[in-house]
């Protein structure tokens, strides 16, 4: 069956260092989407790519990055982390107008 | 720029009692709506989506939701609530030339026994 997976699912990691999370999607989709979950913040988009090549800025890129390769995968980038950004980071993937697809969250703490 | 609003943090219903949790929302064009699930150290899982025809959406675990173009809202209800119902549900929003959608900040559903 397809399934979209993150990896860590946990990562302590210190303020100032970078961090690479992994987004891998195996239903084929173009859309593909970065979103971090804080408490009495709902979902915020981080970046979003509509195809390989494509990467595009959302409503709180700022110390973010993303590329994308291939079809599969989006990886997200802190260049270097911060304490503000621990939280719960998912990785979704959809096709043109259609629902999306979430993966299970990595829950990212920063010290 | 769209934007989504649920204006309850939290919806509370005793089991076998109808619920609705509300959505409303802002958007150019014509309107691509969805309501998604959410259970403790999960996922967002898909519900149901309006994208075009009846106004009435049926979607998983005998939830349903009503399109209401007039009043730009998109509630989800469900006829007779269970325990297992309980979770955080979020609405979203996208316009029809935009590639990215909306989420809501969340309402949090405890259907006690």
């Known amino acids: 069956d397809a399934e979209i997976t993150q990896s860590p699912r946990h990562k302590i990691t210190e303020t100032g260092r970078q961090v690479t999370l992994a987004c891998h999607q195996t239903?084929?989709?173009?859309?593909m989407f970065w979103y971090r979950q804080d408490l009495g913040h709902g979902l915020r988009l981080i970046h979003y790519s509509y195809g390989v090549q494509d990467t595009n800025k959302g409503e709180v890129s700022d110390g973010y990055s993303v590329s994308r390769s291939n079809t599969e995968d989006l990886p997200l980038t802190l260049e270097s982390a911060a304490s503000s950004q621990t939280s719960v980071y998912f990785c979704?993937?959809?096709?043109?107008?259609?629902?999306?697809?979430f993966g299970p969250g990595t829950r990212l703490t920063v010290l | 720029a769209q934007s989504v609003a649920q204006p309850e943090d939290q919806v509370n219903v005793a089991e076998g009692n109808p619920l609705t949790v509300k959505c409303t929302y802002s958007?150019?064009?014509?309107?691509?709506l969805f309501w998604y699930v959410q259970y403790p150290n999960r996922g967002l899982q898909f519900l149901l989506k309006?994208?075009?025809?009846?106004?009435l959406v049926k979607g998983s675990y005998g939830f349903e939701a009503e399109f209401n173009k007039s009043q730009t809202s998109f509630h989800l209800k469900k006829p007779s609530a269970l325990v297992s119902d309980s979770a955080l549900y979020f609405c979203a929003v996208r316009g029809t030339n935009a590639g990215k959608s909306t989420f809501g900040d969340g309402t949090t559903l405890t259907v006690k026994p």
């Open positions: 239903w084929n989709h173009n859309n």
């Open positions: 958007v150019s064009g014509n309107p691509y």
């Open positions: 979704a993937s959809s096709e043109h107008e259609n629902e999306q697809f």
């Open positions: 309006y994208i075009t025809g009846d106004n």
